[in-house]
């Protein structure tokens, strides 16, 4: 069975910084593009960016553009979530997931529907 756990949230102030991790067990994560996503009090979950198989990054949420980045050591079964400058409306829980169908490759659209097994997120607060 697939498992993900998201590491690395906690308090950090605006401007600062913080790594996400996804690591994964039972499933090689180099098989699968893998997906961020956050979902803050109140409001749905969206995507927020993802990594292929190969390492390319599609961008979901403009907003984060220029400011979070993402990667992948397949060697460690991990993903991370690189995220500078941060913002109090980067507060959510984030979340990875593993894409289902093409496996290999982000899908346009960060739509959950497009993947399959989920972490149980991580909390980041942006605060003063």
């Known amino acids: 069975q697939v498992q993900l756990v998201e590491s690395g949230g906690g308090l950090v102030q605006p401007g600062g910084s913080l790594r996400l991790s996804c690591a994964a067990s039972?499933?090689?994560?180099?098989?699968?593009?893998i997906g961020w996503f956050r979902q803050a009090p109140g409001k749905e979950r969206e995507g927020v960016l993802c990594?292929?198989?190969?390492?390319?990054?599609?961008y979901y949420a403009d907003s984060v553009k220029g400011r979070f980045t993402i990667s992948r050591d397949n060697a460690k079964n991990t993903v991370y979530l690189q995220m500078n400058s941060l913002k109090p409306e980067d507060t959510a829980v984030y979340y990875c997931?593993?894409?289902?169908?093409?496996?290999?490759?982000?899908?346009?659209?960060?739509?959950?529907?497009?993947?399959?097994?989920w972490g149980q997120g991580t909390q980041v607060t942006v605060s003063s």
């Open positions: 997931a593993t894409k289902t169908l093409n496996t290999y490759y982000c899908s346009g659209s960060g739509r959950r529907t497009d993947f399959g097994s």
């Open positions: 039972g499933v090689a994560l180099d098989y699968y593009a």
């Open positions: 990594i292929s198989s190969s390492g390319g990054i599609i």
